[in-house]
């Protein structure tokens, strides 16, 4: 399966799309846009690439790295956030075509320090956890995180929670539950979390400036500082500090990257590097696992029907886009001060990833626009740039 899918890619690379996949995007306007966009108070720094029928064709900064400070380049490191969650699943799907673990394995055959009410630790699975189907409350003692506690106590006590569902039955979404990913992995690779991840994937792909932990962030060369601002409040995002919170939880929301990481990082998730990411490990990755009701109900009031049928498979969401329904994968992240996005169609070898140094909203926008172009779809103010904001 592997030479077919290398066979494929390279007779892609020499054929033109069939009309059915014919796709145009209008480079000068997408820069233009995204250039007004920055112009916002609401932006700090931004960062944009797509991928087009599987080359980095635009690959953009905007703005800067903090108030007064140097322009953001291809490769200014950000947070990747809650994007980090897709790297742990990919992770785990590498470990899984070794045949170092099973997805039907339990939690209880490793050792973590994840304990759910009634013992389910021994009836979740490791798919259960990659697609947060837990049963336990949405964003399970994330405050407690945020005030210091150390992650695996906050794993321990779990336990002691009312279950919402029987395991496997429901989504809710977690972040300090997630990151028992990163237990099991340091317990199959007997390494560090963030060395095993750098020798599977960041090494493999030619991810030069993606790790995990803050002190990768701090260290870069170019990065960006966060910035945010309380709603309703005028001026400007303020520079925050960068905190450790959501770096105890590495598989949750440990990595950063530049904008030029995450588009290699996005191009192995279109099955364009097979010897790092096979077909069988993105089989187990983009198969829905669960629907969302939660997301779509979002996305239908943000984006007005644009993407429907909202499901979660291991550390990605899977929508079907537009009149035709199209499947397209990705994934939003936040943290304090940063933002990201990813979303791409994998049939075409076509997307978008941004990375921002804001809380605004309004960067999601460009996902959709360039979308939009790829589908030739009637183009719509998604970044809000003519438009009064609208609800969602």
């Given at each position: 399966?592997?030479?077919l899918r290398t ?85 785990v799907a590498i ?123 701090q260290t870069s ?172």
């Amino acid at each position: 399966m592997r030479f077919l899918r290398t066979l494929a890619i390279c007779l892609a690379a020499t054929l033109p799309l069939p009309a059915a996949f014919a796709q145009s995007i209008d480079y000068k306007r997408l820069d233009e846009r995204i250039g007004r966009l920055a112009a916002n108070e609401e932006i700090v720094g931004l960062a944009v690439a797509v991928i087009d029928k599987g080359e980095i064709s635009f690959a953009n900064g905007y703005g800067v790295t903090e108030r007064g400070g140097s322009p953001v380049t291809q490769e200014t490191v950000f947070r990747w956030a809650s994007l980090s969650k897709g790297v742990a699943a990919t992770e785990v799907a590498i470990l899984a075509d070794r045949h170092q673990l099973n997805l039907t394995d339990t939690v209880s055959k490793f050792k973590t320090s994840l304990r759910l009410p009634g013992g389910a630790e021994n009836r979740a699975t490791l798919e259960d956890v990659l697609s947060h189907r837990l049963g336990i409350v949405p964003n399970a003692y994330d405050t407690r995180l945020e005030d210091g506690w150390d992650a695996a106590r906050i794993r321990r006590s779990l336990a002691n929670l009312k279950p919402l569902c029987p395991v496997g039955d429901c989504h809710t979404y977690q972040n300090v539950a997630y990151d028992t990913v990163s237990e099991i992995v340091e317990d199959v690779t007997h390494a560090p979390y963030a060395d095993a991840v750098r020798h599977s994937v960041f090494e493999p792909l030619g991810m030069v400036t993606a790790s995990i932990g803050r002190v990768g962030l701090q260290t870069s060369p170019s990065w960006a500082r966060p910035h945010t601002k309380r709603s309703r409040v005028p001026g400007p995002p303020q520079e925050k500090i960068v905190n450790d919170d959501y770096y105890n939880v590495p598989a949750a929301g440990g990595v950063n990257g530049s904008i030029m990481d995450l588009a290699r990082y996005a191009r192995a998730q279109m099955g364009l590097a097979p010897d790092v990411l096979s077909e069988a490990a993105l089989d187990m990755l983009q198969t829905p696992r669960v629907y969302t009701s939660g997301e779509q109900r979002r996305m239908s009031s943000r984006y007005r029907g644009t993407v429907r049928d909202a499901r979660y498979g291991l550390g990605w969401r899977i929508y079907k886009y537009g009149e035709n329904g199209d499947r397209v994968i990705g994934h939003r992240g936040a943290v304090e001060g940063y933002r990201s996005y990813i979303l791409f169609d994998p049939e075409r070898d076509t997307g978008v990833v941004i990375l921002w140094n804001s809380s605004s909203r309004l960067p999601n926008g460009i996902g959709f626009e360039v979308m939009d172009m790829v589908y030739n779809l009637q183009p719509q103010d998604w970044m809000e740039i003519d438009t009064p904001a609208t609800g969602g």
